[in-house]
């Protein structure tokens, strides 16, 4: 009788820690009460560690987790729907955070993009998506979403940019309402819904220390349209359309005009390269292009590296060089709009607008996609000249191509005219693209392998025909000679 007693003890016992143990695992009361870091647990989605294909490698762990962060939804998505981006930062100053997330219908093809706002609910204790929109943006892979102060109260604003139908450009602006506030039934009010078949710029500038330091307001940024003038025959006239926004109205509203006459250009030649056939304005960019100051003089310290049949751009400005993957492009009006990504920090996106200027100049506006605008400075805005060409009376810096063949230590080296290199060395061929450029008053030379290979950066000294090249390296402090003994090419046959 006492062994049974004892033994029904421990099995009440046993029974007892099993559902203490049950509950401190599945943590009931967490829809009741918040977790410390101000988010309830919720459900996650395991993502396997083997790299699958089309996922971008990672150098480090700070940037995996920013990838993760980009690509982590906080609810699931309705069937159907295919998430674009996502943005996730506190909006109304509570102890968790929320998200604005980008998606397409599949099942619309031609159909906008949306945009979701994704908050908290306490009371069911998780997200819910609590408001979504129609975008102007049609063609998913030109589209870009920022976080910006553009009326100059501190107020949320999403911008969303990217292209429509037939190559129009779009920038629709959302304004975050906070709640209780007047008219705040819905958390987002439409304050800008603009389209045009020229490009669209936030006209930003830099505000005060006051309103840097909260004591004060700042003024709200204009937004200037520029779209062909209906009334000139030639087609590199334009229009500007400058809007401000309008407090009483809570609205940006259209506050004046002016034509901005283009330059003279044979028509023959801008209707063929500005037809949106596939490949003709790729190839009339394909070249280096040096930065021209608003004097009409060339900046050598600056340029870009369009380089279409590889898919990439450079930039090189400040003693530091950038890649970027040219991931799509889309026909303009005007030029071309390319979506790029950074080679070496994956999550770092560019969209790039082309305009033809003139046929030896082009036009650039670069708009980054991050996550809060901090600066208003854009150092890669303005008028490129080809670097091939100069305007007469004016230097021009080293022509990046050469047309002959040299003997080197690495066996015989050519340099063709559309920048092509090969070195033979016996039976070894190595083949790829070249540049000579000119880098803090020196000339160096990159060699790019076509089988993807490390590139190559050298100086470059000239005694007579003869090259003296010394491996250097690029960085932020600007160029760097490595201690490797230079190499001479001498002229060949």
Known sequence: ?????????????????ALVLGFMITRPWDHLFPRKNGEARQPRIIIPRERESGEPEFDSPAERMAYEDIINTKIALRDGEVMLSVLTLDMDEDPVEEQIIAYRNLPEAEGPVHIAYVDYDGEQGGYLRVWDAPTAVTRPLTFSMRIQDLIGDRSICVAVTGMGDQG???LSVFRR????????????????????????????????????RGISQGTSFPIAAYGHDPQSENILDQVEIIYTYNSAAGQYEQSRITRAPGPQIEQRRLQELLSGKPGVFENFIHDLWYSVSPEGTLDNRR??????????????????????TWQNSSPTRYGLYVATQSVSVTTLRRTIDIELESV???RVKVFEDVRLKISADNTWDGSFRRARSAEKGKPSPQSPY????????LGQIRFSAEGAYEIRSGE???????AFFPVDSQEALELRPQDGGPREIYLVE????????????????????????????????
């Open 360 to 362: 030896e100049s082009i």
């Open 177 to 212: 309402i906070p709640k209780g506030a007047e008219g705040g039934a819905e958390p987002f009010k439409k304050i800008a819904d603009l389209r045009i078949d020229g490009s669209i710029r936030i006209q930003e500038s830099e505000r005060p220390q006051s309103y840097q």
């Open 1 to 17: 009788m006492i062994k049974r007693f004892f033994r029904l003890c421990g099995i009440i016992l046993t029974g007892a820690l």
């Open 303 to 324: 340029y870009i590296y369009f380089d279409p049949p590889n898919r990439e751009i450079t930039f090189f400005g400040d003693g530091a060089q950038q890649i970027f």
């Open 428 to 434: 070894n061929l190595e083949q790829g693209h070249y």
């Open 402 to 409: 050469l047309n002959a063949s040299y003997e080197s230590p």
């Open 462 to 493: 000239r005694s007579g025909d003869s090259l003296i090249l010394s491996r250097a390296r690029i960085g932020a402090m600007g160029i760097r000679k490595l201690n490797e003994g230079p190499l001479t090419l001498s002229p060949g046959s």
């Open 168 to 170: 129009i450009h779009t």
